[in-house]
Every structure is written in C-alpha cells, then in structure tokens.
C-alpha cells in the first residue's frame, strides 16, 4: 500500500499538479512578508519616513535568506558611515563625515593658494594638495566636535539638530573631548609637516576655530567670524609653498573667501531662521531679513573685486579671468534664484558652491599653465629680434 502511494507521487502528472501549488504558496507568502516590511518602513519613526530623513538608511530591506539589519555599502559619505561598526558611527557623524560638503568649503580656499604660489607653467603641488586635503578634512571634524559641544542644549531644542551624537546623547561630553584630542593631534601632526613660518601661521588660527561657535549667542555676524576661520587656508597654502605670505597676493584672496563665506552661509542660516529664533541664537540671515539678496548682492561685488586683484598681483592670465566671469555668473544665479523661505532650496544652492570653488581652481590652474606658453612666445620674439 505504502509503495503504491510513493509510486503515485513519482508519477510527472503529480509533480505538475504539486510544483504550482508548492510555487504559489511561497509567492503569497513572500507578498505577506513585503507589506509586512513595507507597513513598518512606512510607520512615523521608521528610517524610509520623510519626517525622519535624518535617521539612517539600509536598502534593500531584509528579503528570506538575508540577515535581518544587513547594512549594504555604499561609496558614498552617508554609504561608508553606515557600513561601519555601530560603536564608530557616532564619531564619524559627529566629525560630519557622512556630509562632506563643509570639508569641501575649508579646503577649497588651500586649493586656491596653492595653485596661485605654483611655478609658472607648473601645476601646483599635488603633496601640498593631499596634505591639506587630510588637514581640511581633520580640522573641519574638530570644528564641528567644539561647535556640538558648546551648542548642545541649543541642539536638542532644533528639530534639524536634535539627532547629533552629544545632542541625542550617543557620546558624552567626556567622550567627545577626548576624541577632539585625538583629531586636533593628527591636524598637528599634519601641520609639523611644514615650514616654521606655516606653522605659527597655523597654529593662529585655533583661537578662532575655539571661539567661533560662541558668536552666535553674541553677535548677528557670526558668519563673518566663520569666513574668517574656514579662510585661513588661503593665508596658509601660499606660505606653505613660498616660505612666508606674499600679501599682495593672499590678503585680497582671504577677503573675498570671508566674503563668500558670508554668502553660501547667510543662505544656509536661513534655514534654521525659525528655530534660531526660539533659541535665541542670532546670525546674518535674521540680520538680513527680506533684504538678503542685497546683501549677498554686495559681498559678491566684494568677492570678485579680491579675485581680480589677487589674479593681477600673481601675474595670472586669461583663462583665470575666464574662471572668475564664470563664478559671477554662478553667484548671480545662487542669489537671483535662492526661495530664502525653502530650506531645500537653501541647501541646494549653498551645496552648489562646491563646484563653484572648483570652477575658480580649475581657473588658477590653467591661467598658470597658460604662462608658460606666454613666456615661450615672448622667448621666441625675443630670439626673432636678436637674430
């Protein structure tokens, strides 16, 4: 009898009447399991909820066969955060890895000087360039461990700043101090790296990286004090090449990288307009009101005006006055367009002056290459004459 059933099953017919039945099961079963995943990843709280965009992101979602809470990496910021151990994440959000953007902003200005002090005809320094690249990246992260440490009260009452690591309660004051140690040792050792005149320099600058997050509770400028800071690169990277500072050179350089400083962050504060308000911190965008884009209209003016005497004082040329005509079509464009009302907007236009600050490299650079073949045709005029 029992030989005869397991015969009956064996039979083709029985297995195709069985497989679809077998196959339907499981569709309906994994269907069940993705509304299941995609109710909870849909609920207020959960990390695929727009009112929580800030909380971290895995995708896909758990499927049978994969561990539940599998991180995925990725290449990006945000991607490689993520895919480190739980116990590291909150340093590296605390020192703002996952948003490269203001590493973009400190270090841009070090490009700028150390393209105008190359050799003529000569690329810049591509040591000097990853040596502030890491400083740029070091330092940023120092800063922003010293600006969550003194604005962590304020941090937990603003909804956009609520989740950072000492706000939320991730890392101890204690904790956050010795990892700032650690970040400003490397910066140091990145500083010993070069000339004793760059060193003072460098190490001048700390006063203000300290200081900076108190203006807010004193001044409505505090965005100048952080153009003073984010801008020291450009004071530093042409000493670091030329032995001492040429100030014809990087005084008008600095000005006009504190005047856009005053102007991708004055976009920036606007977001935050609101909640400053009920914290009562102060900065350029309540400063300015309505009359922002009037504002910003003139640090543009002054900008430019900088980088056109800068150019003039390093004997730069035409494609770098090129790249200059073409930052002041960019600014016209941030200001003109800018909804100071949509934080979105904000955003979009102050992270655009990433590529705005590669743009003006771009220029030094070639208006650099661009005097070697200068200085070659007049060798061979000179030549010409004389034979």
């Known amino acids: ?32 399991q993705h509304e299941n995943i995609t109710t909870a990843f849909c609920q207020p709280g959960s990390c695929f909820n727009k009112s929580d965009d800030h909380k971290q992101r895995t995708w896909p979602p758990s499927l049978p066969g994969h561990s539940c809470g599998r991180r995925y990496f990725s290449l990006t910021p945000a991607g490689i955060v993520n895919a480190a151990p739980a116990s590291v994440q909150p340093y590296l959000r605390l020192m703002r890895l996952d948003k490269p953007i203001g590493t973009w902003l ?28 890491v400083g740029a990246l070091l330092m ?20 956009r700043t609520a989740t950072r690591p000492i706000a939320s309660g991730e890392i101890t004051s204690f904790q956050a101090l010795v990892f700032l140690g650690g970040q400003l040792s490397l910066a140091l050792g990145v500083l010993f790296c070069l000339n004793y005149y760059s060193i003072a320099l460098g190490a001048a600058s700390l006063s203000l990286v300290v200081t900076y997050p108190l203006m807010k509770r004193i001044t409505y400028w505090p965005q100048f004090v952080l153009g003073l800071t984010f801008n020291w690169g450009a004071l530093l990277g042409w000493s670091a090449v030329k032995g001492s500072c040429d100030w014809s050179v990087c005084l008008p350089l600095y000005v006009s990288g504190v005047m856009w400083t005053l102007i991708y962050d004055t976009i920036y504060a606007h977001q935050d307009r609101d909640d400053d308000l009920k914290v009562g911190v102060k900065s350029t965008a309540l400063r300015f009101q309505e009359n922002t884009k009037l504002w910003l209209g003139g640090f543009t003016g002054a900008m430019l005006s900088g980088l056109v005497l800068a150019g003039a004082n390093a004997d730069q040329t035409l494609p770098y006055y090129c790249a200059v005509c073409a930052v002041a079509i960019h600014l016209a464009h941030q200001i003109y367009t800018v909804d100071i009302n949509r934080p979105e907007d904000c955003w979009k236009k102050f992270a655009s002056n990433r590529n705005l600050g590669l743009l003006l490299f771009l220029g030094i650079v070639t208006g650099n290459l661009w005097k070697k073949r200068s200085d070659h045709q007049y060798e061979t005029q000179l030549n010409s004459i004389s034979n």
């Open 1 to 32: 009898m029992m030989s005869t059933r397991l015969l009956a099953l064996l039979q083709p017919h029985a297995v195709r009447r069985s497989l679809p039945q077998i196959c339907s099961a499981r569709l309906s079963c994994l269907r069940r």
């Open 140 to 159: 940023r992260g120092a800063g922003c461990t010293i600006n969550d440490m003194w604005d962590k009260d304020f941090d937990k009452k603003v909804s």
């Open 106 to 133: 400190l270090y841009l200005p070090c490009t700028w000087s150390i393209g105008l002090a190359a050799d003529p005809g000569c690329l810049p320094d591509l040591g000097m360039l990853v040596l502030f690249g």
